[in-house]
């Protein structure tokens, strides 16, 4: 993405450059690189090479979807100071990119540092390299120390109803799965690479039987389904991914930026189909399915992108999705649910899939699977 027109408009910061060129070009139009590491994309290191003494005031960190086991286990933004110190910047160029930038980068005159007309919101670490944080005050008071909360954040408070219940799908069937195709054509298929939210459109030749394809673990095409799942259209997208090494089985989720329809991938349309009828029931989530049947799965009740639940519980649930997954054959140590959670983005490059089909973000419309 060209930084000058976004630039014109007003826009001042950007949190989707993923090399150190584009992070400079952002840079020298005047604007703000937010420096990623979510889950899914991971720009950190990349970026970092474009951070200079001289230019370091334009720069500030980022997550953007970030799961919760890796929150817990990793941090949020302290997770990136520590990873950008692990890669060379100094701990206190770090801390500044994490605190001062960012208040600046927003106009949170009351944030960023500690000095008269500011709101006293600040950490004591006892390490700044690994960035050990024993406590944390917000507008002069202890709230939490070693870890745990001294008193309670906010109140809590009940979820409206309507949001519990946004599951508000179409009758969909095997039938609906299906996806026709010639086996003297070659296919266009979404090419995934972990770590980035990036995809690539490549030509390969897919199985076909009686006119429709068929997932392969051996080639590693696996069925992609995109289904409408807010007010009943009865929108269906299918497609090919290829990227996410999946053995047998489907997993599924109810994240899947922006529109946030169902997706999922899979080997048999009787694990996609389980798949997309369970967390249907479940009113939102995630799961994990072998030979039609639900391995693990995590509820997200709350409009299908949050949990109603305690932390730990999620965390518990989360671990058994991870657990479920090597059942179904993948054993990589990247999250696939994020990377399935951006493959129905149709502003991000280069090809996509939504509930209205496959989607050319490059030349920005519609195309079929085969030409």
Request: net charge negative; charged share 20%; proline share 4%.
């Amino acid at each position: 993405m060209h930084s000058m027109p976004i630039a014109r408009l007003g826009i001042s910061n950007d949190h989707e450059a993923v090399t150190a060129e584009e992070a400079l070009e952002r840079v020298r139009r005047g604007m703000y690189v937010l420096i990623r590491e979510g889950t899914a994309a991971k720009d950190l290191e990349a970026l970092l090479p474009a951070v200079t003494p001289a230019n370091a005031r334009r720069f500030a960190f980022a997550t953007d979807d970030r799961h919760l086991d890796h929150l817990v286990k990793e941090g949020s933004i302290d997770g990136s100071i520590r990873k950008a110190v692990r890669l060379g910047m100094s701990e206190l160029q770090a801390i500044q990119l994490a605190t001062l930038n960012a208040a600046e980068a927003f106009g949170l005159k009351e944030k960023g540092a500690i000095t008269p007309g500011c709101e006293a919101t600040f950490l004591l670490v006892s390490d700044l390299t690994d960035f050990v944080v024993d406590s944390v005050y917000v507008k002069g008071e202890l709230q939490a120390e070693k870890g745990q909360l001294v008193k309670p954040v906010r109140n809590s408070v009940l979820a409206p109803q309507h949001l519990l219940k946004s599951m508000n799908m179409a009758p969909i069937s095997l039938a609906d799965l299906r996806l026709s195709a010639s086996e003297d054509k070659e296919a266009t298929i979404i090419s995934v690479t972990p770590g980035s939210i990036i995809t690539k459109s490549i030509s390969e030749q897919i199985r076909v039987e009686h006119g429709c394809f068929q997932a392969s673990a051996e080639r590693n095409q696996l069925k992609l389904v995109v289904a409408e799942r807010h007010n009943k259209l009865g929108h269906i997208g299918l497609g090919i991914v290829k990227g996410i090494p999946i053995k047998s089985g489907a997993i599924v989720s109810t994240v899947s930026h922006d529109s946030h329809n169902v997706i999922a991938c899979g080997t048999d349309d009787h694990s996609l189909l389980a798949a997309i009828h369970h967390v249907e029931k479940m009113d939102g989530g995630m799961a994990v399915v072998k030979e039609g049947k639900i391995v693990a799965s995590l509820s997200l009740d709350l409009a299908g992108l949050m949990s109603t639940k305690p932390y730990n519980l999620v965390q518990k649930e989360i671990q058994e999705l991870e657990a479920a997954l090597h059942e179904v054959g993948f054993s990589e140590e990247w999250d696939p649910f994020l990377t399935l959670a951006f493959l129905a983005l149709p502003v991000i490059p280069s090809l996509k899939l939504t509930d209205t089909g496959l989607f050319d973000v490059t030349n920005f419309t519609h195309i079929s699977l085969q030409s």
